[in-house]
């Protein structure tokens, strides 16, 4: 297995034992010295809800950390809200356009199974949260 995969953020709130960081993702194009001129330099925020008793009386909002994954915790994410997904609309496609006739009628169904996918994961997300922990660590300067 590789090493964790880690983001700086900043706690922006603490409810309980949730602590809620944001951080900015960047994309390959922030390393790379031709980004101005493509214009494709691209950087998102996004905030992550950490459950951890343990840390929550010590951080505070705004405070500065480290959110760190397992590359096989990280991994497994990315099975269940891409490649499952994928797989559903791809199998859902095909079995639609042999029973049939019209592609847009398939195209539906696909689109739907998807949908329905994604309200399954919902509906179990707390199932999942248990799965895929993330880890907290205050920046200390």
């Given at each position: 297995?590789?090493?964790?995969?880690?983001?700086?953020?900043?706690?922006?709130?603490?409810?309980?034992?949730?602590?809620?960081?944001?951080?900015?993702?960047?994309?390959?194009?922030?390393?790379?010295?031709?980004?101005?001129?493509?214009?494709?330099?691209?950087?998102?925020?996004?905030?992550?809800?950490?459950?951890?008793?343990?840390?929550?009386?010590?951080?505070?909002?705004?405070?500065?950390?480290?959110?760190?994954?397992?590359?096989?915790?990280?991994?497994?994410?990315?099975?269940?809200?891409?490649?499952?997904?994928?797989?559903?609309?791809?199998?859902?496609?095909?079995?639609?356009?042999?029973?049939?006739?019209?592609?847009?009628?398939?195209?539906?169904?696909?689109?739907?199974?998807?949908?329905?996918?994604y309200m399954v994961l919902y509906?179990?997300?707390?199932?999942?949260?248990?799965?895929?922990?993330?880890?907290?660590?205050?920046?200390?300067?």
């Amino acid at each position: 297995m590789g090493a964790p995969i880690r983001h700086k953020g900043e706690v922006i709130r603490i409810e309980g034992d949730r602590i809620d960081v944001k951080m900015t993702v960047e994309s390959a194009c922030a390393s790379c010295r031709a980004k101005s001129v493509c214009g494709m330099d691209e950087s998102e925020d996004r905030i992550v809800s950490v459950k951890d008793s343990s840390l929550s009386s010590i951080l505070g909002s705004g405070d500065k950390v480290i959110i760190s994954i397992s590359e096989g915790i990280g991994m497994k994410a990315v099975m269940y809200s891409y490649i499952l997904p994928f797989f559903v609309l791809l199998a859902v496609l095909v079995i639609a356009s042999l029973v049939q006739e019209s592609e847009g009628v398939a195209a539906i169904a696909a689109l739907l199974a998807c949908g329905i996918y994604y309200m399954v994961l919902y509906i179990f997300r707390h199932k999942v949260e248990k799965e895929i922990i993330f880890k907290i660590d205050k920046i200390t300067e």
